[in-house]
T-cell receptor, first 115, second 114 residues
């Protein structure tokens, strides 16, 4: 089945130690999104890639970076995690950005714990 | 400005009872509307969507929603709740002028009592 895969599902890191979260997709979608979701809150968009074009949200901290080396993979790098970065990180994809194609397909998420 | 409001952060129903989760939106252009469900420690799963056409939309797991332009609403219903419906539900707004982004409501946690 075509799907969005996130690895690892659970990640523990230390305060200030860089961490990378991974997302891959077999849907061949053009757009990939990264969201941060804290407890009992809606997902908050950090940034997205439209093909190779990177789009950062205005309020995303510089501590968060992303890479998309090819269509299938996208990475979220947190350069110096703080306690406030502990959250669920969700990856999503959509076929395109416009028209009826901005239905987003979500991965299972990575739960990040910062010690 | 585009926005989504979900009325009630927590809804509790008895098993077998009607489920009604409320969603109102504000949009300057014809909206695309989505309902997602999230189980604990999982990602979001699409329940149903409205883009154009029929205003009564049927989704998975027996859920349906009706797009009412005059009321700017897209409420989610299910005739008979099941224990497995207990989860967080998000209403989301997309549209032609949002570059693919979704605007989420704050979520409604549904509890189902035996």
């Amino acid at each position: 089945d075509a799907m969005v895969i996130q690895n690892p599902r659970y990640q523990v890191t230390q305060f200030g130690k860089p961490v990378t979260l991974s997302c891959s997709q077999t849907l061949n979608h053009n757009v990939m999104y990264w969201y941060q979701q804290k407890s009992s809150q809606a997902p908050k968009l950090l940034f997205h890639y439209y093909d190779k074009d990177f789009n950062n949200e205005a309020d995303t901290p510089d501590n968060f970076q992303s890479r998309r080396p090819n269509t299938s993979f996208c990475f979220l790098d947190i350069r110096s995690p703080g306690l406030g970065d502990a959250a669920m990180y969700l990856c999503a994809t959509s076929r395109d950005r416009g028209g009826t194609y901005n239905e987003q397909f979500f991965g299972p998420g990575t739960r990040l714990t910062v010690l | 400005a585009q926005s989504v409001t979900q009325l009630g952060s927590h809804v509790s129903v008895s098993e077998g009872a009607l489920v009604l989760l409320r969603c109102n939106y504000s949009s300057s252009v014809p909206p695309y509307l989505f309902w997602y469900v999230q189980y604990p420690n999982q990602g979001l799963q699409l329940l149903l969507k409205y883009t154009t056409g029929a205003t009564l939309v049927k989704g998975i797991n027996g859920f349906e929603a009706e797009f009412k332009k005059s009321e700017t609403s897209f409420h989610l219903t299910k005739p008979s709740a099941h224990m497995s419906d207990a989860a967080e539900y998000f209403c989301a707004l997309g549209g032609r002028n949002q570059g693919g982004k979704l605007i989420f409501g704050q979520g409604t946690e549904l509890s189902v009592k035996p």
